[in-house]
């Protein structure tokens, strides 16, 4: 009896643990939440900094060199690279994962050596993400302790259905737990790295174009002389058929003329 009721008293403090709503877990948290902001307003707030760049340049090629060639000082590095081609410009889309500590020195980078012609549009975002990583904190330490308990009562449990209980538990106090920790770590990720957009372009000249043009058509002409040729190849057979049917009708015309 006295092992069925800790088994009763350790799930309703599971499932407090993994109801936002429930009370007692609201003031157990609550406490030790407040005592780690106050503790993070002395050393520092876990921020996340997104920015973007999008301008015109003189020289798109070499543009595209320049700020590749200067990530590597910054601890930077492209996450992800785009490129448009199209009859009025040529454009790259960069995205740039760089140490939060740099952000502001590499955007002031590109601004300054990127050789622009026109900035259309810049733009920084910061997003404070402490109180929300203050709470996945907090949280994922009363789960734990909640977990132990339950290993705790696992290890002093014989009986059969009881066992399962405290397994399917642990199970799905493990799920919450993983899931916690992944948001966790996705948060010290933004914080650590931000994130800059850089988007660029250079008007394409009518005489480029018309060259690029002219040597397209000239290569698409070749394809169709092709493909014509390879369609000819399929269709011998009726050729064939055509040019005997077209033979055999005059060798008839002449031999009843005869």
């Keep these: 009896m006295k092992r ?8 309703i403090l599971i499932f407090g643990c993994s109801n936002k709503k429930d009370f007692s877990e609201f003031s157990t ?75 502001d020195s590499l955007m002031s980078y590109i601004i300054i050596k990127a050789d622009i012609k026109e900035l259309k549009s810049k733009s920084t975002h910061i997003n404070d993400v402490t109180e929300d990583f203050i709470d996945s904190q907090t949280r994922l ?68 174009r018309f060259f690029g043009d002219f040597w397209g058509a000239l290569k698409d002409g070749w394809q169709v002389f092709l493909h014509l040729v390879t369609l000819l190849a399929y269709l011998w057979v009726v050729i064939l058929v055509v040019i005997l049917g077209r033979w055999g009708y005059k060798y008839y015309k002449k031999t009843n003329k005869k």
């Design 29 to 103: 948290s609550n406490t030790d939440k407040n005592k780690s902001i106050e503790k993070v307003k002395t050393l520092d707030r876990k921020l996340i900094k997104n920015g973007s760049l999008r301008f015109e340049t003189y020289d798109i090629e070499k543009t595209n060199r320049l700020i590749k060639n200067s990530l590597e000082n910054f601890g930077a590095y492209i996450s992800e690279e785009k490129n448009d081609n199209n009859n009025s410009n040529t454009g790259y889309d960069l995205t740039i994962r760089v140490p939060a500590l740099k952000f």
């Design 4 to 11: 069925t009721l800790l088994l009763v008293i350790v799930s």
């Design 141 to 208: 330490k009363i789960k734990k302790e909640s977990e132990q308990k339950l290993l705790d009562l696992l290890k002093q449990t014989k009986k059969l259905t009881e066992v399962l209980e405290i397994q399917k538990q642990l199970t799905d106090l493990r799920a919450d737990i993983e899931s916690t920790e992944g948001r966790m770590k996705y948060l010290s990720d933004q914080v650590e790295y931000s994130t800059i957009n850089v988007s660029f372009y250079q008007k394409t000249s009518y005489s480029q």
